[in-house]
């Protein structure tokens, strides 16, 4: 007796579109769970560079890219503490400012800027301001007193250094 090959029924033909579905269905979450997780990451980074970066000081505005801007300061002459009999200091300087807008505050605030400077000038004795040294204490001196807000709780103003034009004491 011969035995007929009977064609056997597809063994697994449901099987290939199950596990054609799987593999859609792993790629799919796959490629889902991976922009997820690089969004949160990226997201998680800025936060954590934002923290790390250093807090810039509030000013008015950026500074823009382009020519210093300057601000001229009428001369001071002052009478400073004694030493040796009287002595007076003449000085004239500029401040080097971020902005435009910053000359427009120095000079509206210009009696309040003479005050403070005045004030610290007529402090000085002549041996401490004759040397180079002195001399670059002193421009320090004057920076931070043209930086510091005209306003309470204002803001600082933009101004980035102090540059003398004229430097006499007699």
Same mark, same amino acid.
């Given at each position: 007796?011969?035995?007929?090959?009977?064609?056997?029924?597809?063994?697994?033909?449901?099987?290939?579109?199950?596990?054609?579905?799987?593999?859609?269905?792993?790629?799919?979450?796959?490629?889902?769970?991976?922009?997820?997780?690089?969004?949160?990451?990226?997201?998680?980074?800025?936060?954590?560079?934002?923290?790390?970066?250093?807090?810039?000081?509030?000013?008015?505005?950026?500074?823009?890219?382009?020519?210093?801007?300057?601000?001229?300061?009428? !001369? &001071?002459?002052? $009478?400073?503490? #004694?030493?040796?009999?009287?002595?007076? /200091?003449?000085?004239? +300087?500029?401040? *080097?400012?971020?902005?435009?807008?910053?000359?427009?505050?120095?000079?509206?605030?210009?009696?309040?800027?003479?005050?403070?400077?005045?004030?610290?000038?007529?402090?000085?004795?002549?041996?401490?301001?004759?040397?180079?040294?002195?001399?670059?204490?002193?421009?320090?001196?004057?920076?931070?007193?043209?930086?510091? !807000? &005209?306003?309470? $709780?204002?803001? #600082?103003?933009?101004?980035?250094?102090? /540059?003398?034009?004229? +430097?006499?004491? *007699?």
């Amino acid at each position: 007796m011969k035995a007929e090959a009977k064609p056997e029924a597809p063994v697994g033909g449901g099987s290939k579109k199950k596990l054609i579905i799987i593999i859609i269905a792993v790629l799919v979450l796959a490629i889902g769970g991976g922009g997820a997780w690089f969004m949160l990451n990226k997201h998680g980074d800025d936060e954590h560079a934002e923290e790390d970066a250093p807090k810039p000081k509030k000013t008015r505005k950026a500074k823009p890219a382009g020519p210093p801007v300057y601000a001229p300061v009428e !001369p &001071f002459t002052v $009478n400073l503490q #004694p030493e040796n009999g009287e002595q007076y /200091l003449q000085l004239a +300087f500029t401040l *080097q400012v971020g902005s435009l807008e910053e000359v427009e505050v120095v000079k509206t605030n210009m009696p309040k800027l003479r005050s403070r400077i005045l004030l610290l000038l007529s402090s000085k004795r002549a041996s401490e301001i004759n040397t180079p040294e002195g001399k670059q204490a002193l421009s320090q001196e004057i920076l931070e007193q043209a930086k510091a !807000p &005209f306003e309470t $709780n204002g803001l #600082p103003q933009d101004v980035t250094e102090v /540059l003398f034009t004229s +430097f006499i004491i *007699q």
